[in-house]
């Protein structure tokens, strides 16, 4: 049975990994999880999950509130607090379904301690992959990957991974996929978060809109599978069935087809991949039913090359392409922005950083704060 700690549990990903864990039970234990704001969905794990000894959210006011209501249970709170949780929770699995940069420190200090990190947190790679590949060339703990269209990778791998041409990752389009560059001028929060395919926390709907979701899992590909980034390209999939591919030397394709449902990858993960799943092979895309394929154009998605940059110059670009998007990002969503401005920040942010080789946390941490500064004085100035 397998000791799990989930990180993130009352957002998308930690509700779908609970489902996962329910419907079977024979095989995972939940020992600790994490809340941010949403301390009401607390009772509700715990009614499930009666083994569970730690907790930790984010907000310390409430701490005394639940410390009273449960005294049995050990609770933890703030950024540090889910450091805590990892540690002193001892399961042996760390489900890290954190968004944004605060996931980082967590991947780190499961890895130092030699957890099996099933990770969904794409910004720890995005920030820290050179980090964190770094460690585990040491021998400290392992990554299994949740992202759907890198799970389909390592399934199409795991199969065969000789003689590899490219890896292609699947793009739905997002919420704008119909619109010209010039229409998605005045494009609104509440028209971004209206997805095609997909339920997801709104962060990553607003990723998917722009293409830094896609961006994001460029880097994130060439971190799990040490794949250089001329090797990694992108195709549009309109009904996201197709989760993404591996096209080989001898000109044929294998590739992992489905109905889109989280549950799958979140399944794969969870059981470290020794699970019994299908792959396709086919030498010919349009003959494969039911699904849409569509050329993705890298130049009406210009933020797709500054991924590839941050790739080649590594550092602490990805801590800047990050920092700007997250801080870009909420202010959108709060209405400061206009859509296309994201790109915009991410682009000056990125073009005007002085790049750090080889950063640690604390560097990559500080490159963080400083960008998210540089944004809002973007922001509250009009100055982009
Ligand atoms: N959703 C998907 O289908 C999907 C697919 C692939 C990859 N991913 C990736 O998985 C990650 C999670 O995505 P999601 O869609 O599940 O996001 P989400 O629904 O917004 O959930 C995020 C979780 O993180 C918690 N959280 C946020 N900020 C926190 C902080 N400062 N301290 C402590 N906890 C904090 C939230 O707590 P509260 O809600 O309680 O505040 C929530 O539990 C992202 O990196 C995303 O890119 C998501």
């Known amino acids: ?22 419907k079977n039970p024979q095989d995972f234990n939940l020992l600790a999880f994490s809340v941010g704001h949403q301390t009401r969905k607390i009772r509700g794990i715990l009614n499930h999950f009666p083994n569970v000894k730690h907790i930790c959210i984010q907000d310390k006011k409430k701490l005394s509130y639940f410390k009273k209501a449960y005294p049995d249970i050990t609770f933890y709170d703030g950024d540090e607090g889910l450091n805590q949780l990892i540690v ?34 794409k910004e720890s790679l995005v920030v820290g992959g050179e980090y964190i590949n770094k460690l585990l ?27 590899i041409d490219k890896v292609i990752i699947t793009a739905s389009g997002g919420a704008f996929r119909n619109l010209t560059r010039d229409q998605l001028v005045n494009v609104t929060p509440e028209q971004a978060l209206n997805h095609p395919n997909w339920k997801m926390g709104k962060k990553i709907t607003i990723d998917s ?24 390209s992108t195709i549009l999939n309109l009904n996201s069935y197709v989760h993404s591919l591996v096209r080989y030397n001898d000109g044929t394709y294998r590739m992992e ?12 993960a969870l059981y470290e991949g020794l699970i019994d799943y299908q792959t396709v092979v086919s030498d010919d895309l349009d003959s494969i039913k039911n699904t849409t394929f569509a050329p993705f154009d890298e130049k009406r998605y210009p933020v797709v090359a500054l991924a ?8 602490t670009l990805g801590a800047v392409f990050n920092a700007a998007n997250e801080e870009a990002v909420y202010a959108f969503l709060d209405h400061k922005i206009p859509f296309l401005a994201i790109e915009e920040i991410i682009n000056k942010c990125v073009n005007e950083h002085t790049n750090i080789a080889h950063p640690d946390y604390e560097t990559m941490r500080k490159v963080d704060l400083l960008t998210r500064q540089k944004v809002k004085q973007i922001v509250e100035g009009g100055n982009r």
């Open 308 to 315: 590839r940059k941050v790739i080649k110059e590594k550092g």
């Open 257 to 268: 087809v489905g109905k889109p449902d989280m549950r799958k990858p979140i399944k794969f």
């Open 209 to 232: 809109a722009t293409m830094v979701n896609k961006c994001f899992e460029i880097i994130e590909a060439h971190y799990l599978f040490d794949l250089p980034v001329e090797k990694i």
């Open 137 to 163: 060339a040491k021998g400290k703990g392992k990554i299994v990957p949740i992202d759907s269209e890198h799970v389909a990778i390592a399934k199409c791998l795991m199969v065969d991974d000789k003689d």
């Open 88 to 121: 002193n929770s001892n399961a042996q699995m760390v489900v890290n379904a954190l968004v944004g940069f605060v996931g980082l420190k967590p991947t780190i200090t499961a890895l130092e301690n030699n957890k099996i990190v099933a990770l969904s947190n």
């Open 1 to 22: 049975m397998m000791t799990i700690c989930l990180l993130g549990a009352s957002g998308s990903i930690g509700t779908q990994t609970i489902d996962v864990m329910l």
